[in-house]
T-cell receptor, first 114, second 112 residues
Framework: NAGVTQTPKFQVLKTGQSMTLQCAQD?????MSWYRQDPGMGLRLIHY???????DQGEVPNGYNVSRSTTEDFPLRLLSAAPSQTSVYFC?????????????FGEGSRLTVL | DQQVKQNSPSLSVQEGRISILNCDYT??????FLWYKKYPAEGPTFLIS?????DKNEDGRFTVFLNKSAKHLSLHIVPSQPGDSAVYFC???????????FGTGTRLKVLA
């Protein structure tokens, strides 16, 4: 039972470098999203997608790009990393049917930007 | 402008007693409310949820109460156990969307 898989788990970048955080789910969920967790700030929504080819901005989208070419994958791209993007990033998915409204989370990716 | 607020950063409770975690929201368009539990170095895990058309939902030791007029919800854990020690996040879903907004979390410590 893989669920939601995030890679890498840890990454250190220099300011200005680019990278992609990968997220894959094997539950055929329509909805996927990215959050960042910072001390005292809780979980803040970056971008989300309600299906392949459909994405939208969350609360803190600046500096991040996403695309959804398949149902399974939802990568998060940092084009030019900044120290303010040092955070723990979580990917989540949901079947899109609101019986419980449950989101399934990955284990997180810790990113440090120097 | 936080739409979902958890005003208590931390809470300590004796084992066996009730833990009450609180959450306030500002957006009347939220139609679903959820509670998540998070241990260090792990992703959040779903605990319990409630639709905006209900005022109470119970699952074992966990009960969520919703007061729409006050825009307030609470999570009751009875009895509290040491294994319940974690950070608890309140979340709300905007109606007609799959956009979930989370609060800042409350760290619960259950003392043995």
């Amino acid at each position: 039972n893989a669920g939601v898989t995030q890679t890498p788990k840890f990454q250190v970048l220099k300011t200005g470098q680019s990278m992609t955080l990968q997220c894959a789910q094997d539950m055929n969920h329509e909805y996927m999203s990215w959050y960042r967790q910072d001390p005292g700030m809780g979980l803040r929504l970056i971008h989300y997608s309600v299906g392949a080819g459909i994405t939208d901005q969350g609360e803190v989208p600046n500096g991040y790009n996403v695309s959804r070419s398949t149902t399974e994958d939802f990568p998060l791209r940092l084009l030019s990393a900044a120290p303010s993007q040092t955070s723990v990033y979580f990917c989540a998915s949901s079947p899109g049917q609101v019986d419980t409204g449950e989101l399934f989370f990955g284990e997180g990716s810790r990113l440090t930007v120097l | 402008d936080q739409q979902v607020k958890q005003n208590s950063p931390s809470l300590s409770v004796q084992e066996g007693r009730i833990s009450i975690l609180n959450c306030d929201y500002t957006n009347s368009m939220f139609d679903y409310f959820l509670w998540y539990k998070k241990y260090p170095a792990e992703g959040p895990t779903f605990l319990i949820s409630i639709s905006s058309i209900k005022d109470k939902n119970e699952d074992g030791r966990f009960t969520v109460f919703l007061n729409k007029s006050a825009k307030h919800l609470s999570l009751h854990i009875v009895p509290s156990q040491p294994g319940d020690s974690a950070v608890y996040f309140c979340a709300a879903k905007e109606g007609g969307t799959y956009k979930y907004i989370f609060g800042t979390g409350t760290r619960l410590k259950v003392l043995a």
